[in-house]
């Protein structure tokens, strides 16, 4: 696919055939999360079961909230100031479940289908402290009062999967897949807000929304030669999605400057994709290896509302290339420099019209005219693989047009709201190291580490914006056997603050202990 912002992605399924009955149980708790999964296996002979499942419950967290914010004019003088401090508890509890099954007609036929169900829901609570100033001169005494927001998400997603595989005998590696693929989604979302101390005022939000995506596709590999092979597909993709919102206010005079059209409304978004792909692979001489593709995609996009707004539709067609070259330099040293190119469409969280009150000074909502963008990337590659270490160093630089992120700005005196925006377009250049070693079969340790600049020169509704930053992150693992199926485990994580044309939004981390005890020789 087309679709992501990531280089070249081959993925390789493989029917994995069952034979006799197994399972497996498995559950963690802890400070933070508590985890629990099981997984069935049966086969025998051409048919296959799988069944798994699993759930996710995490403790309720307790944060604290401070934000500042501050207006000033071409002069520097401050217009206003709002400060905001406070706390919050939230939880989440997720689920999943899935069945695969496959059925070998013959040695050349086979079918394959998979059930997915899963879901999550998220609650929060907090309350703010709020104090809201104009200037020193106009409003020497601020404002104080406090709001709380109390909110609630469930979503739930199902999709199934059928595939259809056909070899043929008169030549090994050559394949025939056909395959088919619905998967649908049901959210409910509800946002109280109340502010007590300074123009009372409780705001109450809901949306409703559904829909779902189906996709058809077939793929057709062709061999000839020693190591090479054409590659070529179709594919068609149908998504479909209603959003249903409406938002009631016990004292709209507080917010007549909000259209009740932008309040509540019913939003229809419809996407379909068309691709057609042609791919190769040769192997030349010298040990060299080379990957040669190109894709085309043609999206059609309409939107629609229940009253007020007109519908819309657009449409544009994109030829997305790539090319790999590798040399092995020896039996475990690879040397790759590839171009990808990449689009990104915006998701339904990105265009949604429904309006989120965070409070009478900050509002905000999706961009239902948002473009895709568009990457292009090069990348050089070294890999080398020796008995109990592997490692990998990539360089590249990145080319990103029209990137879409969230952009405040001031609607009305001191209202401020946040959009998505196809704010401009960004240059990077990038490191990216990952590691894994083993030592003396006891411990095994494996990290990660990605280091790329932002930097972007745009102009937004005639105001000219740059912004260069450093972005990183980094991951660290480790598993120490102690003997008699006693394992330690540890994992850390951090992410550097992600950046906007306007700023940078907060850093996240995590670290985690286990011990493991496997029992009966991992029977």
């Known amino acids: 696919d087309a679709d992501g912002e990531a280089g070249i992605i081959n993925i390789i399924t493989n029917q994995k055939n069952i034979e006799g009955f197994n399972a497996s149980v498995n559950t963690n708790t802890g400070t933070r999360v508590n985890r629990s999964s ?59 479940g899935s069945i695969d099954i496959y059925y070998d007609i013959n040695q050349y036929n086979s079918i394959t289908s998979n059930i997915h169900v899963g879901g999550h829901k998220k609650s929060n609570e907090s309350g703010e402290d709020v104090s809201y100033q104009e200037s020193i001169a106009m409003m020497p005494t601020p404002i104080e009062y406090f709001v709380s927001d109390t909110s609630s998400n469930n979503d739930t997603e199902y999709e199934w999967t059928l595939n259809y595989i056909k070899s043929f005998p008169e030549q090994e590696g050559r394949e025939l897949t056909v395959s088919f693929q619905y998967g649908g989604h049901i959210h409910d979302d509800d946002k109280i807000i109340q502010q007590v101390g300074y123009e009372d005022i409780i705001v109450d939000n809901m949306m409703d929304g559904d829909g779902y995506e189906m996709t058809g596709q077939i793929d057709y590999v062709h061999p000839f030669g020693d190591e090479n092979k054409i590659e070529l597909g179709l594919k068609r993709i149908n998504r479909y999605t209603i959003n249903d919102y409406s938002t009631e206010i016990d004292n709209p005079d507080l917010l007549s400057w909000l259209p009740s059209a932008d309040l509540t409304n019913v939003f229809y978004y419809d996407q379909e994709v068309s691709a057609a792909y042609l791919s190769t692979t040769f192997s030349l001489p010298y040990d060299i290896g080379l990957l040669l593709g190109t894709r085309y995609e043609h999206t059609n996009i309409a939107g629609d509302y229940d009253s007020d707004y007109d519908s819309f539709t657009n449409s544009y067609n994109n030829i997305v290339p790539n090319l790999t070259v590798s040399k092995k330099l020896n039996m475990f040293q690879t040397l790759k420099l590839s171009y990808t190119n990449r689009i990104q469409r915006p998701d339904i969280h990105r265009i949604n019209t429904n309006i989120e009150i965070t409070d009478l000074n900050n509002i905000s909502m999706g961009n239902p005219e948002l473009t895709p963008s568009q990457s292009h990337q090069i990348e050089l590659g070294y890999t080398s693989f020796k008995p109990g270490l592997m490692t990998s160093f990539f360089l590249y630089y990145k080319e990103k047009y029209d990137v879409v992120e969230a952009f405040t700005s001031i609607l009305y005196g001191n209202i401020f709201e946040t959009n998505y925006l196809n704010t401009g377009d960004n240059y990077s250049y990038g490191f990216n190291f990952f590691g894994s070693s083993t030592i003396k079969k006891v411990l095994t340790v494996r990290g990660s580490f990605d280091i790329y600049t932002y930097n972007m020169e745009t102009s937004i509704r005639d105001v000219a914006l740059s912004r260069e930053s450093l972005i990183y992150k980094y991951s660290l693992s480790a598993n120490l056997k102690l003997g008699n199926g006693y394992k330690v485990e540890g994992r850390t994580f951090f992410r550097s603050p992600r950046q906007t044309i306007q700023g940078e939004r907060p850093s996240f981390s995590m670290m985690s202990f286990g011990l493991k005890k496997e029992f009966n020789n991992k029977r």
């Not at 296959?48 to 996710?56: C, D, E, F, K, N």
């Not at 307790?62 to 071409?74: A, E, K, P, Q, Y």
């Open 38 to 96: 099981f997984n069935l296996n049966a086969g025998k002979n051409r048919f296959g079961i799988s069944a798994s499942g699993g759930a996710r419950y995490g403790w309720p967290r307790d944060g604290n909230i401070s934000d500042r914010n501050t207006v000033f004019d071409g002069a520097g003088e401050m217009l206003s100031l709002q400060t905001k401090n406070g706390n919050f508890v939230g939880n989440w509890v997720g689920y999943r």
